[in-house]
Structures are given as C-alpha cells and as structure tokens.
T-cell receptor, first 112, second 122 residues
Framework: TQLLEQSPQFLSIQEGENLTVYCNSSSVFSSLQWYRQEPGEGPVLLVTVVTGGEVKKLKRLTFQFGDARKDSSLHITAAQTGDTGLYLCAGAGSSNTGKLIFGQGTTLQVKP | DTEVTQTPKHLVMGMTNKKSLKCEQHMGHRAMYWYKQKAKKPPELMFVYSYEKLSINESVPSRFSPECPNSSLLNLHLHALQPEDSALYLC?????????????????????FGPGTRLTVL
C-alpha cells in the first residue's frame, strides 16, 4: 500500500516568516500534486511535479520533487495571511487507475 | 474553462429524505470522481467513473448511489443517510488515458476539484 507522510500537520506562524512542508514516502510516484484548500471550498491545484529533482516556482512558493520521486517539499517565503489554508500533497498511485494517494494535510495559519 | 461546478452549495436533509448532488465539467475530461471530506482531513475517494462507466467503488455504503448520465455530468444520489455522513462532498475530474495507451501524459493524474457541497444530515 502506498502512503504519503505529510508534515507538519499544523503550523501557526507570523506574517513574513518562511516555512516548509514535507511529503515523504517509501514508494515511487509517477507524479505528485500540491493543492491548497480554503475552508468550505474545494482543493485548488497549485502545481504538478513529474521529474525527479524538479523544482517549480509559483511566486513565493517553491516546490521540489525528490531525485528518486519518493518525496516532495513546499517552501513558502515571506508568508502572508492569504496563504492560510489546508495544504495537501497527492501522489499518482502505481496502479494507474487515476487514484490519488493524499497526505494527511498541513493546516497553515498565518497571523498578521 | 477549467471549472468544475457543484450544486447545491449547502444541503440539509433528514435521515429519511432522498436528495441528489450534481457535478458538471466542460473540460473534456473523461474521468470523474466523488470524494467525502471531513474537517481538516484529506479527501477520501468514494467513486471513480471512467468513460461514463463506474471503475472504482471504494466499498461505499449503498445509501450512496452514483450516476454518470454523460461525459460532463456526475450525480450522487443520497437515501437514508446517517448523521455521520455529514461532510463536504467533492467532485473532481481529470483527463483519462485512451484505451490501450501505454505511456500517460503528466497531466493524466491532475484532478480538478469543484467547490463542494456541504451536507448536513439531521
């Protein structure tokens, strides 16, 4: 069974601070997505990484995919209150059914 | 258009009611999904439709009945629900591989979610 361990589960920081969220697995994933979800809304796709060692940037967000495609990280520089939300990593399972394996999620609160 | 729409936004129902949730996408995606999500937890997969056929049922109780009338629409029929079924119900869609395709594009597994239906069962 493929699992994604996401950490930390909860994070409360002040505006302007930096943070990193991690997703780790013992399994290889063909691709990995990061989503952000605000309360009462559906998850919004931020990025997809597919190549080992890949780095993608989305304004103040930097996403990395591990060389072995077993882990990924999301780094936010100079967090803003608008970054508050639930961050989810999700990997494409090996069965090629279209099922996503989700991490447990990171609830981020950025205080002004 | 990268939007998945869901109706209603909120639904309150009694345990003896029958109601339906609706989902629509116009991205040409041929895979559609129903998820259930509890607060601050990841979505839990319920059903997957591929080319309008049910391909995955994650052992969901029969009081939840999915339907895919065409490639753009997905319904979830609800009957005799329990209070513990109260949750946010999410619909999602993604590209699907062509039958017989060996190598999948990177976008194959990208799922686009709707805003969800907040369901409360009294």
């Amino acid at each position: 069974t493929q699992l994604l361990e996401q950490s930390p589960q909860f994070l409360s920081i002040q505006e302007g601070e930096n943070l990193t969220v991690y997703c780790n697995s013992s399994s290889v994933f063909s691709s990995l997505q990061w989503y952000r979800q605000e309360p009462g809304e559906g998850p919004v796709l931020l990025v997809t990484v597919v190549t080992g060692g890949e780095v993608k940037k989305l304004k103040r967000l930097t996403f990395q995919f591990g060389d072995a495609r077993k882990d990924s990280s999301l780094h936010i520089t100079a967090a803003q209150t608008g970054d508050t939300g639930l961050y989810l990593c999700a990997g494409a399972g090996s069965s090629n059914t279209g099922k996503l394996i989700f991490g447990q999620g990171t609830t981020l609160q950025v205080k002004p | 258009d990268t939007e998945v729409t869901q109706t209603p936004k909120h639904l309150v129902m009694g345990m003896t009611n029958k109601k339906s949730l609706k989902c629509e996408q116009h991205m040409g995606h041929r895979a559609m999904y129903w998820y259930k999500q509890k607060a601050k937890k990841p979505p839990e997969l319920m059903f997957v439709y591929s080319y309008e056929k049910l391909s995955i049922n994650e052992s969901v109780p029969s009081r939840f009945s999915p339907e895919c009338p065409n490639s753009s629409l997905l319904n979830l029929h609800l009957h005799a629900l329990q209070p513990e079924d109260s949750a946010l119900y999410l619909c999602a869609s993604s590209q699907e591989r062509e039958p017989g395709q060996g190598i999948f594009p990177s976008s194959y597994n990208e799922q686009f979610f709707g805003p969800g239906t907040r369901l409360t069962v009294l």
